[in-house]
């Protein structure tokens, strides 16, 4: 908005004019798009865990990426990348590792440990330097809670045991000695236990009851080895997969060790990262609505067997996944994919489910942490540059612990504004997305149940839908401050097209 939009000229009617004046400065329109905001209508607890990141041994995400090595002449705090540190510290509530597919592991001197072999990511030998304690290390640093995910799929209830005996089991046993011989005398008291990963495909490629069958068998010696008792997640559907949650829920019995269930939903691109067209963007952006409707089926088919929702639904890997540039895989490693300003606002259109839906969520991570898909960071010898998707959940994280409340856009489309809103005293957070590549919004929310005495805004926006911020350009992207007005029951802004908003409203 121009300078001359104060609170009078808002309540004169002068956003008409601010809306000629920016059309003919820049080169789009503005539609008028109404937003409703009930600030008494609670929708649920927007839990930090909402916000998580996933790691897997693939491509650069470990190795070169967060991890370079005590030795490594790139910075680093004891092996740990210095930067990646600082800029995710904080940043994440909770991250997943290591599986993924491979979910191999190495506990004791790194020179001992076993050489084993990725057989689902190129065969590459994998010496396993990066192992428990250097998981643990890394989340200590960057404040995140711990989420391991064991292997069901070529493992045995008892590897799954003894590891949660290694990480959680004071002192006195032999796995609980060893963790303190290899520097860690207190336990690490991890709670997030994944039993087995994509159990219906690279994890074994089983039905629901099959993997009900083991879940049962490995999920009776998952005992609690300290006074963190564990909450254990079962393999949920790929998508929207009923069949396979009522084959597992129908073969459970009623003895069920279950405290998570994880769905996995990717947004696949029809195209390289940097080569989308509009219609190629708009058809992975209508993949949220369908992830928001598979969150709302898939929590009423889990109620029918768990009537008293004692079991929360996760939704442990999502994200864009875009076909890969072979030379990039070749330079950077498996899945490595640029991060665009498309990136940036599918994230925030699945962010804005994940906030809508709080109260039908525990967990959700997105995939991946460094250099992978949908990715937060990427790294090339010592360079660290922060991606869009950095830049979405850096401006969204003031949702986090804040209830979730009720809003509705008034003339909604598969592919149109975006909104979710949270509050926490007098305090409001509201994030809008503008997904459209060619179109402006002036957006006119209502407000109910309370009144708004100011606000601020900042805002991620690149006219250009395949800008990213590269190696060359780091900082071509980045979060800046924005104009919004604010009049009682009213709060209104502009969104040029490919934006992602965030205001925080103070109320009276």
């Given at each position: 908005?121009?300078?001359?939009?104060?609170?009078?000229?808002?309540?004169?009617?002068?956003?008409?004019a601010?809306?000629?004046?920016?059309?003919?400065?820049?080169?789009?329109?503005?539609?008028?798009?109404?937003v409703?905001?009930?600030?008494?209508?609670?929708?649920?607890?927007?839990?930090?865990?909402?916000?998580?990141?996933?790691?897997?041994?693939?491509?650069?995400?470990?190795?070169g990426?967060?991890?370079?090595?005590k030795?490594?002449?790139?910075?680093?705090?004891?092996?740990?990348?210095?930067?990646?540190?600082?800029?995710?510290?904080?940043?994440?509530?909770?991250?997943?590792w290591?599986?993924?597919?491979f979910?191999d592991?190495?506990?004791?001197?790194a020179?001992?440990?076993?050489?084993?072999?990725?057989?689902?990511?190129?065969?590459?030998?994998?010496d396993?330097?990066?192992?428990t304690?250097?998981?643990?290390?890394?989340?200590?640093?960057?404040?995140?809670e711990?989420?391991?995910?064991?292997?069901?799929?070529?493992?045995?209830?008892?590897?799954?045991?003894d590891?949660?005996e290694?990480?959680?089991?004071?002192?006195?046993?032999?796995?609980?000695?060893?963790?303190?011989?290899?520097?860690?005398p207190?336990?690490?008291?991890?709670?997030y236990w994944?039993?087995?990963?994509?159990?219906?495909?690279?994890?074994?490629?089983?039905?629901?009851?099959?993997?009900?069958?083991?879940?049962?068998?490995?999920?009776?010696?998952?005992?609690?080895?300290?006074?963190?008792?564990?909450?254990?997640?079962?393999?949920?559907?790929?998508?929207?997969?009923?069949?396979?949650?009522?084959?597992?829920?129908?073969?459970?019995?009623?003895?069920?060790?279950?405290?998570?269930?994880?769905?996995?939903?990717?947004?696949?691109?029809?195209?390289?990262?940097?080569?989308?067209?509009?219609?190629?963007?708009?058809?992975?952006f209508?993949?949220?609505?369908?992830?928001?409707?598979?969150i709302?089926?898939?929590?009423?088919?889990?109620?029918?067997?768990d009537?008293?929702?004692?079991?929360?639904?996760?939704?442990?890997?999502?994200?864009?996944?875009?076909?890969?540039?072979?030379?990039?895989?070749?330079?950077?490693?498996?899945?490595?994919q640029?991060?665009?300003?498309?990136?940036?606002?599918?994230?925030?259109?699945?962010?804005?489910?994940?906030?809508?839906q709080?109260?039908?969520?525990?967990?959700?991570?997105?995939?991946?942490?460094?250099?992978v898909?949908?990715?937060?960071?990427?790294?090339?010898?010592?360079?660290?540059?922060r991606?869009?998707?950095?830049?979405?959940?850096?401006?969204?994280?003031?949702?986090?612990?804040?209830?979730?409340?009720?809003?509705?856009?008034?003339?909604?489309?598969?592919?149109?504004?975006?909104?979710?809103?949270?509050?926490r005293?007098?305090?409001?957070?509201?994030?809008?997305?503008?997904?459209?590549?060619?179109?402006?919004?002036?957006?006119?929310?209502s407000?109910?149940?309370?009144?708004a005495?100011?606000?601020?805004?900042?805002?991620?926006?690149?006219?250009?839908?395949?800008?990213?911020?590269?190696?060359?350009?780091?900082?071509?992207?980045?979060?800046?401050?924005?104009?919004?007005?604010?009049?009682?029951?009213?709060?209104?802004?502009?969104?040029?097209?490919?934006?992602?908003?965030?205001?925080?409203?103070?109320?009276?």
């Open positions: 908005m121009p300078k001359s939009f104060t609170r009078r000229g808002f309540l004169l009617g002068a956003g008409a601010s809306a000629a004046i920016l059309t003919s400065r820049r080169g789009f329109s503005l539609e008028p798009a109404g409703s905001i009930d600030a008494s209508q609670e929708v649920g607890l927007i839990r930090p865990e909402l916000h998580g990141q996933f790691a897997e041994h693939l491509g650069s995400c470990i190795y990426g967060l991890w370079v090595g030795d490594s002449p790139i910075p680093n705090i004891d092996g740990y990348r210095k930067q990646a540190v600082e800029y995710l510290k904080g940043l994440v509530p909770v991250l997943r290591p599986g993924g597919c979910a592991d190495g506990v004791g001197p020179a001992k440990r076993p050489r084993t072999v990725n057989v689902h990511w190129g065969n590459n030998t994998e396993n330097s990066f192992g304690n250097e998981f643990i290390g890394l989340c200590r640093l960057i404040e995140a711990p989420y391991l995910s064991a292997n069901v799929g070529s493992g045995t209830p008892e590897e799954m045991r590891w949660m290694y990480c959680n089991y004071p002192k006195g046993s032999s796995l609980s000695d060893l963790r303190a011989a290899n520097g860690a207190e336990p690490f008291n991890v709670k994944g039993v087995g990963n994509e159990n219906w495909g690279c994890g074994g490629q089983m039905n629901g009851d099959e993997y009900a069958t083991l879940y049962r068998r490995f999920s009776n010696y998952a005992r609690p080895f300290s006074e963190t008792r564990p909450f254990l997640v079962a393999c949920g559907p790929s998508g929207n997969n009923q069949d396979w949650t009522r084959k597992f829920w129908g073969n459970m019995g009623t003895r069920r060790a279950v405290q998570g269930f994880a769905m996995h939903f990717y947004s696949r691109g029809a195209n390289f990262s940097t080569k989308f067209s509009p219609a190629e963007m708009q058809q992975q209508s993949s949220f609505p369908d992830i928001e409707k598979a709302l089926e898939q929590r009423a088919l889990l109620d029918t067997y009537p008293q929702k004692q079991v929360g639904l996760l939704l442990d890997e999502w994200g864009v996944w875009d076909r890969m540039v072979p030379e990039e895989q070749t330079q950077y490693g498996r899945l490595f640029q991060i665009t300003m498309r990136s940036a606002v599918a994230a925030a259109l699945g962010l804005n489910v994940i906030h809508r709080a109260g039908k969520l525990v967990m959700t991570n997105i995939a991946q942490i460094v250099n898909l949908h990715s937060m960071l990427l790294t090339d010898g010592p360079q660290c540059v991606t869009t998707t950095y830049y979405v959940y850096q401006m969204t994280k003031a949702h986090l612990s804040q209830t979730s409340i009720a809003v509705a856009v008034e003339k909604p489309e598969p592919v149109g504004l975006s909104v979710s809103a949270s509050r005293g007098g305090e409001l957070t509201l994030t809008l997305v503008n997904p459209k590549p060619d179109a402006g919004m002036t957006v006119n929310c407000l109910a149940g309370a009144s005495r100011s606000a601020t805004a900042r805002i991620l926006h690149d006219a250009d839908l395949n800008a990213a911020n590269t190696f060359a350009t780091p900082d071509r992207i980045a979060p800046r401050d924005h104009q919004i007005a604010v009049e009682g029951a009213r709060i209104v802004t502009d969104l040029p097209p490919l934006s992602v908003l965030t205001a925080a409203v103070r109320l009276v």
